[in-house]
């Protein structure tokens, strides 16, 4: 391959051993500042050492390897058809809301009760939890709508799409990036479905700025979704229909499966950073 060597001397494991001690430091912290200041707070400065912990390793291996930042990174495709992106995002999205709806359905069946002792999930920060709950929302609407998208592209879907890649050879890695993507999610099943297309999207169009773009709109509209039942308390409690929750499985499940039949990678598909480009044009998209 292409390029190969480059990614060679990118070592994953040296991030998961930062972010272990990273976690053990955390627990320290939010220890360390029980009585001091409100949870919510530590949160958010939790939350943005954590991203630029995973872009300070992102950033210190590409300056080691001397990375070709542009093929790596790409350019918007022209003529994209930015509709298709927004229905196979419209499809995971409503695969969340589907296994969120089911879950809930089958813990209301095991004890009716147990929905209304469970704790708030909310996005959003309250004065009755911190004095700076409006400031902490938009920093945390920032991180998690502009920096996560960003941060996660380059890591799971750029970086480790094409270690594992050479490790074991693209559908591996595809699944392998995806299993990792999702684990650090609490939505594993959803997280693990979009970090699949991701993945594709990335190595169809050869720039990791269109899932960078997906990744966007997605979390957009999963704050827009908590925007909207914030107007309605006590509505995800409530909600556990088994009828909604096949409607929105059956129709998520189509549109994913279509849009996996339809770009499911090919035997000749390479990662962005290891393919030629012939005429202008990206070698997968060459062949296709």
Same mark, same amino acid.
């Given at each position: 391959?292409?390029?190969?060597? &480059?990614? $060679?001397?990118?070592?994953?494991?040296?991030?998961?051993?930062?972010?272990?001690?990273?976690?053990?430091?955390?627990?320290?912290?939010?220890?360390?500042?029980?009585?001091?200041?409100? $949870?919510?707070?530590?949160?958010?400065?939790?939350?943005?050492?954590?991203?630029?912990?995973?872009?300070?390793?992102?950033?210190?291996?590409?300056?080691? &390897?001397?990375?070709?930042?542009?093929?790596?990174?790409?350019?918007?495709?022209?003529?994209?058809?930015?509709?298709?992106?927004?229905?196979?995002?419209?499809?995971?999205?409503?695969?969340?809301?589907?296994?969120?709806?089911?879950?809930?359905?089958?813990?209301?069946?095991?004890?009716?009760?147990?929905?209304?002792?469970?704790?708030?999930?909310?996005?959003?920060?309250?004065?009755?939890?911190?004095?700076?709950?409006?400031?902490?929302?938009?920093?945390?609407?920032?991180?998690?709508?502009?920096?996560?998208?960003?941060?996660? $592209?380059?890591?799971?879907?750029?970086?480790?799409?094409?270690?594992?890649?050479?490790?074991?050879? &693209?559908?591996?890695?595809?699944?392998?990036?995806?299993?990792?993507?999702?684990?650090?999610?609490?939505?594993?099943?959803?997280?693990?479905?979009?970090?699949?297309?991701?993945?594709?999207?990335?190595?169809?169009?050869?720039?990791?700025?269109?899932?960078?773009?997906?990744?966007?709109?997605?979390?957009?509209?999963?704050?827009?979704?908590?925007?909207?039942?914030?107007?309605?308390?006590?509505?995800?409690?409530?909600?556990?229909?088994? $009828?909604?929750?096949?409607?929105?499985?059956?129709?998520?499940?189509?549109?994913?499966?279509?849009?996996?039949?339809?770009?499911?990678?090919?035997?000749?598909?390479?990662?962005?950073?290891?393919?030629?480009?012939?005429?202008?044009?990206?070698?997968?998209?060459?062949?296709?």
């Amino acid at each position: 391959m292409v390029n190969e060597a &480059v990614f $060679e001397h990118i070592k994953v494991r040296y991030l998961f051993l930062w972010l272990i001690v990273f976690f053990i430091l955390a627990v320290f912290l939010y220890a360390g500042t029980t009585n001091l200041v409100a $949870e919510a707070e530590v949160d958010v400065v939790v939350s943005f050492l954590f991203y630029g912990l995973i872009s300070l390793w992102i950033i210190r291996n590409f300056h080691r &390897v001397k990375m070709n930042n542009e093929k790596f990174f790409g350019h918007l495709p022209l003529n994209y058809n930015w509709l298709y992106l927004f229905i196979i995002i419209f499809g995971v999205i409503i695969l969340s809301l589907g296994l969120g709806e089911l879950s809930r359905y089958i813990l209301s069946t095991i004890d009716p009760n147990i929905l209304n002792e469970l704790p708030s999930t909310s996005f959003f920060y309250n004065q009755s939890e911190t004095p700076f709950a409006p400031i902490l929302n938009y920093i945390e609407f920032i991180v998690a709508v502009i920096i996560a998208p960003i941060v996660e $592209e380059i890591l799971f879907r750029g970086v480790m799409l094409h270690r594992f890649t050479i490790k074991w050879g &693209v559908k591996w890695a595809i699944l392998a990036s995806s299993i990792i993507f999702a684990l650090f999610h609490a939505d594993i099943i959803g997280a693990f479905i979009f970090a699949i297309v991701m993945c594709i999207l990335y190595i169809k169009t050869a720039s990791i700025l269109v899932p960078i773009v997906a990744h966007i709109i997605n979390n957009l509209l999963a704050y827009g979704f908590e925007i909207m039942l914030s107007f309605s308390p006590g509505s995800t409690v409530a909600s556990h229909s088994l $009828e909604v929750a096949v409607l929105l499985l059956t129709v998520s499940i189509m549109i994913i499966l279509y849009f996996l039949y339809r770009n499911w990678p090919q035997r000749y598909w390479r990662p962005p950073y290891f393919q030629e480009v012939y005429d202008g044009i990206p070698e997968n998209l060459y062949y296709d």
